[in-house]
């Protein structure tokens, strides 16, 4: 007899776990062959093997896990941080980037078996070290950040981008940084754009490192000045807040980093639609930006709508491509180029890595660069010019 709860009600009795040998009963088969079909061993028929199956997910039989953890010497936990918002724990779930990039690596890991535990960004160490897990994902270290060193140190594979090529433990997947920013950039001077001003975050990521050098590498190459504006914050506001700097040829206007009295972002500027830069005067012809590329990660309705206060007609005064994984750019108007980095591949990759060092044993250096994609739309292309709207791969080099 069950006893009573504090709240009058009665305690209810834990439902029997459901056993291997009770699934084989109820299939009419042996707990061999039952064993066989649920993990995918044995030479048995499909409809064995579909029958066994099927009768487990109804019976809601579930295998012991601590069982297979002694049997296989692992916890099939998988750490996942997002390096690059240390300082910014919420944010980086807002980003269509990284939210793809999270949902794709634990739906990835989970059909190879392992479960993602999502640790917060700056995690010390004291908040992991107890938890058993096999292998931990950084995306976008920052390059002060010690969770790289920490897992390293504690015996810990880490999967991560290209900045940690060559350390032992370390295995890696990114993109062909300097290529994909020449691809867009390539493409907004084919569509006649000879003031491109680039707007990324101020940030140590490898990713963005390489991408102020590709930017500055392109600009002298083609003998153009550097237009950059730096993004202080990650977030919506942040970054069109640097948008306007740029559309109003605005001080931060360059190639140096700039100090902090001088980023995009300090201080709210007014909402007004007044082009006249910090030191009151009106942009000429010459200061305005004929061609954005957005690095840094915002609404692109927003960005389009940035541009609109500030007298821009896109694609006719300006030309835009957003780095972006953000599906409203397809539906704006007009509709956005995007520069895609591939999150699900990037995602799939790095998976197989896992797969390759935990269960195979591999341990030479793994490193795969992922192809990005230039989505080509309405904003980056000029009336009476050729273009070739579509899905343009940017072609990675293989490693080295």
Known sequence: MTSGSRHGGQHSEPTPRVRLV?????????????????????????????????????MGYRPNATARQLRAGRAKLIGFVVGEAVDADSVFLESPYFARLTGATAATALRRGYAMVLLPTGSLQSEWADL???????????????????????????????????????YWVDVDTSEAVRTALDHLREQGARRPVLVVPDSTTRFHAEVFAAHREWCAEHDLPERVVRVGEPGNGPVVRAVETALAGGPTAGGDRPDSGDRADSGDRPDNGDRSDAGGRQPDAGDRPDALLVVAEASPPLILEAARRHGYAVPDDLLLVCVSEDVTAEHTAPPVTTLSLRPEAIAEAGIEHLVAVLEHGLRQPLGTLVPTRLDIRVSSVRRGRPAHPGQTECTSRPPT
């Open 22 to 58: 009770d699934v084989a009963r109820e299939a009419g088969l042996s707990k061999t062959t039952v064993s066989a079909a649920l993990n995918g061993t044995g030479r048995l028929s499909p409809a064995v093997r579909e029958k066994a199956r099927e009768t487990a997910r109804r």
């Open 132 to 170: 058993p897990l096999d292998a931990v994902v950084v995306t976008d270290p920052d390059a002060d950040d010690r969770i790289v060193d920490d897992v390293l140190a504690a015996g810990i594979p880490v999967f991560s981008d290209r900045s940690v090529e060559g350390r032992p433990g370390a």
